[in-house]
């Protein structure tokens, strides 16, 4: 499957338009399913939840008292989820922040950047922020986080 991803506004455009009509050629030719995707395709909570988690992929461009610090943390927040699936994401940080002794809202940060490393998982299609509860995130491996403890 090939898709295009213009904005709805590109859509008027002719020249946009041509070359649009070029690449389904060529797809059809290649009997590749094609189709062109804009905003008004994707949910907005998609987008919200895309947005919220982006930016948190690579962790290496922040101050870290010695490289590879963020990702050990992000491995023992890992291993914390399961133990606290009742919690909400925000009881659950502020926990791990004050028990690992960080800073305020890193634990938040890391939890984003499990999510935009898919080690953890979440429906991207259900509204995603720091009031959902914990037993709602998926570790592949294992089954949600309320049945794994």
Request: charged share 30%.
């Amino acid at each position: 499957m090939a898709r295009a991803v213009k904005t709805a506004t590109d859509l008027d455009k002719p020249r946009t338009l041509e070359k649009l009509e070029i690449e389904r050629r060529y797809w059809l030719e290649q009997d590749v399913d094609w189709g062109i995707v804009t905003e008004l395709d994707i949910p907005q909570v998609v987008v919200r939840n895309i947005a919220w988690v982006h930016g948190y992929g690579a962790l290496s461009h922040l101050s870290q008292p010695y490289p590879g610090y963020f990702e050990e943390l992000a491995a023992r927040v890992l291993h914390e989820l399961p133990a606290r699936p009742s919690s909400s994401l925000r009881k659950f940080c502020a926990d791990m922040d004050e028990g690992f002794s960080i800073e305020r809202g890193t634990t938040l940060m890391l939890v984003r950047h499990l999510l935009a490393r898919k080690k953890v998982r979440f429906r991207m299609d259900e509204p995603l922020d720091d009031s959902v509860p914990v037993e709602r995130f998926l570790i592949p491996g294992i089954e949600r986080l309320r049945s794994a403890v």
